[in-house]
């Protein structure tokens, strides 16, 4: 190779490194334009790609990016507490729209026997997912969603004491062995220049006057860092479980989510599943 093809070639990767390294830095952003909230999704992805080039570039160009590692794996490898007590279980879906299998989902549900079951794109064809399971859960809402893949839902063993809906939100209050709790299954568009940021903002203000303790699960169409999922944690008064778990393996990102409110805790295992391209959550909560 020679000089002028080397210095090329290095050129190129030092402009892709930016590029990269930029595309990293925009996901923290995501305050002042919805359109940097749309990198938060891909924050593992861009460090890989500006730790890859900083190799090749060498070790020099190592410093930055093993600082930004460092910064970035307290959230990744951060995990939630269990609970002390007697917990909560909740399972959380985005079922797909078109799920070819509903049944076999429901039979899922019934084996993992959670208390609270909160759902996702619930459509004409996979509604039997709900009716498969009414001999489990008295409770059962179905509301409609933002767009026409289906909406979300929420189930519980006893009947509701409240529930509501609002586009892309299904909320419920119920009866537990910690007292009563509101129940909320979210699911919003994907992130600038789709409506997510619309979404967040109209759904924060009908979260925010929910009564407390409250659990919102669901597909946020983001990360647990992004400013989508932090605006709607500040109104729920809530936090994400922390950690990163690959919920839509087709892009290896974590776009579901479980939030609980202040003096609650609880640990998340995430289950694969068929006929759906998000995996289910299976949340174990309660008081701290």
Wanted: charged share 15%; net charge negative.
């Amino acid at each position: 190779m020679s000089g002028g093809t080397r210095r090329t070639s290095r050129l190129l990767l030092q402009l892709a490194r930016l590029g990269a390294l930029a595309g990293f830095c925009f996901g923290y952003l995501g305050a002042l334009h919805p359109f940097f909230d749309s990198f938060a999704p891909f924050r593992l992805h861009l460090l890989a790609v500006v730790v890859a080039l900083s190799l090749l570039l060498g070790w020099r160009r190592m410093v930055v990016a093993a600082i930004l590692v460092v910064i970035v794996a307290q959230d990744v490898f951060a995990t939630g507490a269990p609970v002390a007590g007697e917990p909560l279980t909740a399972w959380s879906h985005n079922l797909r729209f078109d799920n070819p299998a509903p049944l076999a989902e429901a039979e899922r549900i019934r084996a993992a026997d959670p208390d609270l079951v909160m759902l996702q794109e619930v459509s004409t064809p996979n509604a039997a997912i709900v009716e498969a399971l009414a001999d489990r859960y008295e409770g059962r809402l179905i509301c409609p969603g933002v767009t026409a893949v289906g909406g979300p839902a929420v189930m519980a063993r006893e009947a509701f004491l409240d529930q509501g809906c609002e586009l892309g939100l299904a909320w419920a209050r119920i009866e537990t062995v910690h007292g009563p709790l509101t129940v909320a299954s979210l699911h919003v568009h994907w992130p600038w220049p789709f409506e997510q940021a619309e979404d967040i903002a109209r759904l924060s203000a009908v979260v925010e006057t929910l009564p407390r303790p409250l659990i919102v699960a669901g597909d946020f169409n983001n990360s647990a860092w992004s400013h989508a999922v932090h605006a709607m944690s500040d109104a729920a008064a809530a936090q994400a479980i922390p950690g990163w778990r690959n919920t839509f393996p087709s892009f290896a990102v974590h776009l579901d989510h479980v939030l609980l409110g202040a003096g609650w805790t609880g640990e998340v295992d995430v289950r694969a599943v068929g006929g759906s391209d998000h995996t289910a959550l299976l949340t174990r909560f309660g008081p701290r």
